[in-house]
Every structure is written in C-alpha cells, then in structure tokens.
C-alpha cells in the first residue's frame, strides 16, 4: 500500500531575516526525516521572507537576496520533498510563490491565484496573481500545490482536481481573530468535499508586530474529515500520514490536537503578540505601570507568562487620589507573580509642573488638564525607565478606551506596544477569571471593584462612560460590524447613547494614529485593520 509522511512545519520565521528563515528551513526539514521519515515537509507562506514582509517587498533588493536562499535551499535540503514560500521577481511583476525542492533540485514552482487585499492584507500592492495550477507526483500520489487564499475561493482547487491532484497541500500565514480556526476548517473541508481531494493545511505560528498567527495546521480527508489537527500558538513537526486505499482513494492519519477553548486561545495570542515583539526586537525586557487596576492587572499576567518575571519590571506611581488599596493590590500582584517592583510617588513632578505652569494657568478652573498632567507625568517616568534600562513600555489601554478617546496621548498612551489594544473590557474581565483560574495572581476585589482612572476624587469609570456591558456591544456594531447609528438603534439601544459614543469613537481617530500598536485579536482592530480619516464631513446616521 503506497503511503507518505507529510510533516507539517509550524514555524515561526522572522520578517526580512532570509538568511536566518532558510537556516531554519534546512534545520527543520533535516529533524523532520530524522525524527518523523518525512517523505514531504510543508512550511508556511513566504516563509522565507516572514509575512507580511510589506515594503520589504519593493526593495531592489528582494530578488537576489530569494535567489541567494534558493541556492541554499538546494545545497543543504536533505533527500525529501520540501515546500517552501518565498517572494519570486518574474516576468510581469512578483509572485507569491511555493516552490517545491527535491534533494538539489528545485522541482516545480506555484504562483499563487488568489490575492486577498481586505481587512489585514495588502497583497495586490505587491504580487501579480498566478493563473496555472501546479500539479506534481510524489511517491505514487497525484499532489496539487496551493497558497492560504487559493482554498477560500473554489477555482483554484478545481484547476488542482482538474490537472488530476488528489492531494492538495496548502500553504499559510494565516493571522488569528478569535474564531478563525473553525473558519478555517469549514472552508477547508468544503474545498475537499467540493473536489474529493484530501487537503493538508500548514499554517504560521508567532507574532509579527501587531498580527499574531496561531498555527492550527490541519489535515482533511476528501470527505471533508478532520483527520490530523497541530495544536495552536505552539511550534513544532506534525505528521500525517497518506495512505492509498484498496479501492484506490487517497486516507489520512495522524493526531488531533484538543478543541481550543475561547479565552484560552486569545490568552495564548496576547501572550505571543507579547513574547514576539519583545524578543524579536530585542529589547531586554518591559516595563509598566501597575495602578492597582484590572488593565495593568491582567498586562502584568500577560507579559510575565509572555517571559518570565525576571524579565519584567511593574512601577506603582501614585497621587493623591489614589486609594490605599491599589497600591496593596498592586503590590500584591507584584510579589505574586515575582516582578521587581517599586512605588514612586508622581506628587513632586505634578506640583512642578502646576508651579511653572502658574502663569499659564491663572484664573482657570481645574478640569481634566490636570488629570491629564497626572498621566504624562507617568509616562515620563516610564520612558525614562525604558530609555535608562532597554525595557519596553507596555501600555494598559484596552479597546473600549482607545475606542472613544478614555486615554491620554503622552500619558497612559505612551509606550512601545499596548497589550489589551485589542481587547474590549468586559473581554478583560473574563480573561482576569481565566488567569486566575490557573493561578490566582490578580487580586479579587481588583476584578470586582468598580473601573476607575483615579484621576479625580471618588473617579469611576462609568461616570463618564455608559455601562460597559452596554459600552462594548455598541463598539461592536459600529467598529467591528461597519453597522450605522440607525442599525445599532434598531438593534434596541438608546438613540442619545449611540450618538454619544459614535461621536467619541469618529472624534479620537487623531488619538488612535498615535497610539502603540498591540496584538489583534478581533476581525476589525484599530490599525491595518480599521482605516478612517482623521478629518471627516462624514454624518453616521445611516
């Protein structure tokens, strides 16, 4: 019975480092036969260059550097089949390309068909699309070749079936939102029912700035069977097996990973985000302000599991109105999870500055300048802590701040890269309780306790924001779902309250251009993904 080890390469390549991916893919196929027997090893979409590699892609020098890689690739690849991406200059413009290596040979090359160019992708601006199917024989079976967005459209697969594949590997960089892996595999087997055709679905792992790809390799039967699933967010060699049955038809085995729960996999994409923009910048470590507060909390948790507690520094910078038990709780959290930490108090710097901003201010009423001043003179201890030790700021503003402007640019928006960018609050309150749930290192009234700034006496959140159970679902619609004001009042919410936040959100545009990028996490972040002018006539009623 004719069989094949396909090996699926979860890796995590670094963008722009060629000479260190190909390094990468030699190592990894060489450990692929020698552990696994692989007869084939599939790596993800261009994995050569790292995705995206974006205006990389226009530098003169792409070409003979690929060229350079190649000819690695075919000196050092051990006696198995090998498929690779990588951006290849041509005829009519670059492609996005996997090439498929045997020994010292590079055998056959696809050009990938479909170009996304929505939400995080910008692919049209770089690649011209292939239009021929690539269809090869390896070891008895009939394989066609195919790159991430080929299997979301039905024609590519069809020329495949059609030049007579029975087999389809598929190669990915595909970035993760929380549900993308039962998209995947949805769209996955309807392509192998569509044409009864096994497909073997390698996919990206790690973080590259703020996109975050969560591996999930599978492999479906031509039934459209889950037959062999990688677990996500963790690197490693996954064999499936492909076998010819008696009657003819193509099988496969290998193992399935558990189903990933929700809060489990967007903890394990914030932890990555983190990890990877720390170490592949390399920057010593991080620091941030621990307020007492669930954002900074959950940060904290976030980036000591991220890279260890040695590794991050938490600064508690109080004021006059912060209340006793945030600096308890903070330090708490603190020595919980094994951060050096100290306090500073921030009173001298403020009183500083009001006293040589007297003149300016004089015969003006208190109002939030001067909450404002109480967060850039933060920030400024915090900058001088990264500029002075190597750490990365992280900032602590989550999704529904950054949504309707609750942050101060040059305050608790200074920094290097904003965890919770990405993550509405009352997502912060559940992935507190998930993280506790292994180990409770965010204090419980720190979860309970109502959200404030604390910029102001007896300051609660809520006092400026409508509630944020109420808050979030409206943010969805209108920042995640494109709905208008009229869709989100006929979905039962109150007509003032929408306006309200819809004007915030469409006001602190100018804010969010300044902000740190953070890991994305939902279909629409703000960034790459949700792109609005700053200066706008634009009425959104309807």
């Not at 299997?151 to 993308?180: Q, T």
């Not at 055709?197 to 703020?210: F, I, K, P, R, T």
């Not at 740190?516 to 002018?533: C, E, I, L």
């Amino acid at each position: 019975m004719s069989q094949l080890c396909v090996v699926m390469a979860q890796v995590n390549p670094l963008v722009g480092d060629i000479e260190g991916n190909t390094r990468m893919v030699v190592a990894t196929s060489h450990r692929a036969v020698a552990e696994h027997g692989a007869d084939v090893v599939v790596f993800p979409e261009l994995m050569l260059s790292g995705y995206p590699p974006e205006d990389l892609l226009l530098r003169e020098s792409i070409g003979p550097r690929i060229e350079r890689a190649l000819a690695t690739l075919r000196a050092e690849l051990p006696e198995a089949w090998v498929l690779v991406g990588y951006p290849r200059p041509g005829a009519g413009g670059l492609r996005n390309v996997a090439g498929l290596f045997h020994g010292e040979r590079l055998v056959a090359e696809y050009a990938k068909m479909e170009l996304p160019n929505y939400q995080v992708f910008d692919e049209k601006r770089y690649f011209v699309p292939g239009d021929s199917a690539c269809v090869v024989e390896i070891g008895g079976f009939r394989v066609g070749l195919s790159v991430c967005e080929d299997i979301w459209h039905a024609g590519p697969s069809e020329r495949a079936v059609a030049a007579g594949a029975e087999l389809l590997l598929n190669i990915n960089a595909s970035p993760y939102h929380a549900g993308k892996h039962h998209d995947r595999l949805a769209v996955v087997a309807e392509r192998a029912l569509e044409g009864g055709v096994a497909v073997v679905y390698a996919n990206m792992v790690g973080g590259q700035d703020e996109l975050v790809f969560d591996g999930g390799s599978i492999a479906v039967d031509a039934a459209g069977r889950l037959a062999a699933r990688a677990p996500h967010f963790e690197e490693g060699l996954y064999p499936v097996r492909v076998l010819r049955g008696a009657d003819g038809s193509v099988g496969l085995d290998g193992s399935i990973a558990p189903e990933p729960e929700y809060h489990a996999l967007v903890y394990s994409a914030l932890v990555s985000g983190v990890r990877d923009y720390v170490l592949k910048n390399r920057f010593r470590g991080v620091v941030l302000g621990l307020s007492g507060g669930i954002d900074s909390a959950l940060t904290l948790a976030i980036a000591v599991d991220a890279l260890g507690a040695e590794r991050v520094e938490a600064v508690m910078m109080p004021f006059r109105y912060t209340a006793a038990m945030s600096i308890e709780d903070a330090e708490a959290e603190a020595q919980a999870l094994g951060v050096r930490f100290s306090v500073m108090s921030i009173e001298p710097m403020y009183e500083a500055f009001m006293s040589a901003l007297a003149g300016e201010f004089a015969g003006s009423s208190l109002d939030t300048t001067e909450q404002n001043l109480q967060a850039r003179c933060r920030g400024v201890v915090l900058m001088a802590i990264s500029n002075k030790k190597g750490l990365l700021v992280l900032t602590t503003g989550n999704k529904s701040e950054m949504a309707v402007g609750y942050s101060t640019l040059y305050g608790d928006m200074a920094g290097g890269f904003d965890v919770l960018k990405d993550v509405p609050k009352t997502l912060v309150f559940e992935l507190a309780r998930h993280r506790n749930a292994r180990s409770a290192v965010i204090p419980e009234r720190v979860i309970i306790r109502p959200p404030s700034a604390e910029l102001a006496p007896d300051q609660k959140d809520e006092d400026n924001l409508p509630p944020y159970a109420v808050l979030d679902q409206i943010l969805e619609r209108y920042v995640e779902r494109d709905m208008s004001a009229n869709a989100i009042v006929a979905d039962g919410f109150d007509a003032q309250t929408v306006a309200r936040v819809i004007r915030l959100v469409d006001l602190n545009e100018y804010k969010r251009r300044q902000a740190p990028v953070g890991v994305r996490v939902t279909q629409k972040a703000f960034g790459r993904d949700r792109r609005y002018p700053i200066t706008s006539g634009w009425k959104p009623g309807d």
